[in-house]
């Protein structure tokens, strides 16, 4: 089954302590993106990649870093997480920046 | 950047009845505009787009619009069912179509 998967589905931690959100997909997809999505605010893209070892900043990358170093995966980290980046995650594939995204499920983060 | 606006923010029909949201973009160079549904606790989940070289689309009770020369697009929904209350998400490609600027989000609720 094509899909997009994110762990963990739940987080809830402290500010300071670092974090990796993880992020694979099935589909042979060259593109992937995270997003967060804050109540009004929509979805807004936090970093994107157009293939492997291709990385940039999106609309709001501060505090978060990116890795790219194999097509399936796409892990989200948090070095030093503080309470205002708690919020919903979510990541997503394509074949390219305007082709059809496929988000996974969501990751709820939540920094005491 | 892109800005994307998108009104209303809440829309509440009776069953049958049609619904449309409608997104204001400043890009001129926006050439892809896809629609989001989200329904509660789940992931944004696509439900038609539209490119640059078209003026409308449609897919059996869901059509978008666009007007380029404006900086608009609309989503219609017509006949309305209980199941299509979620929150509808359209978004604009930017940055040579490697980014997705999202508008805030509709939420709309059909009364049986």
């Known amino acids: 089954e094509a899909q997009v998967t994110q762990n963990p589905r739940y987080l809830i931690t402290v500010t300071g302590k670092k974090l990796t959100v993880t992020c694979s997909q099935n589909?042979?997809?060259?593109?992937m993106s995270w997003y967060r999505q804050d109540p009004g605010l929509g979805l807004r893209q936090i970093y994107y990649?157009?293939?492997?070892?291709?990385?940039d900043k999106g609309d709001v990358p501060e505090g978060y870093k990116v890795s790219r170093k194999e097509k399936r995966n796409f892990p989200l980290i948090l070095e030093s997480p503080s309470p205002n980046q708690t919020s919903l995650y979510f990541c997503?594939?394509?074949?390219?920046?305007?082709?059809?995204?496929?988000f996974g499920d969501g990751t709820r983060l939540s920094i005491l | 950047g892109e800005n994307v606006e998108q009104h209303p923010s809440t829309l509440s029909v009776q069953e049958g009845d049609s619904a449309v949201i409608k997104c204001t973009y400043s890009?001129?160079?926006?050439?892809?505009f896809p629609w989001y549904k989200q329904e509660l606790g789940k992931r944004p989940q696509l439900i038609i787009d539209?490119?640059?070289?078209?003026g409308e689309k449609k897919d059996q009770r869901i059509a978008v619009t666009l007007n380029k020369t404006a900086k608009h697009f609309s989503l219609h929904i017509t006949e309305t069912q209980p199941e299509d209350s979620a929150v509808y998400f359209c978004?604009?490609?930017?940055?040579?179509?490697?980014?997705?600027?999202f508008g805030g989000g509709t939420r709309l609720m059909v009364k049986p």
């Open positions: 997503a594939s394509s074949f390219g920046g305007v082709q059809p995204q496929h």
């Open positions: 589909m042979n997809h060259e593109y």
């Open positions: 990649s157009m293939n492997v070892e291709v990385t």
């Open positions: 890009d001129s160079a926006s050439n892809y």
């Open positions: 539209i490119r640059s070289n078209v």
């Open positions: 978004a604009a490609s930017t940055r040579a179509g490697n980014m997705l600027t």
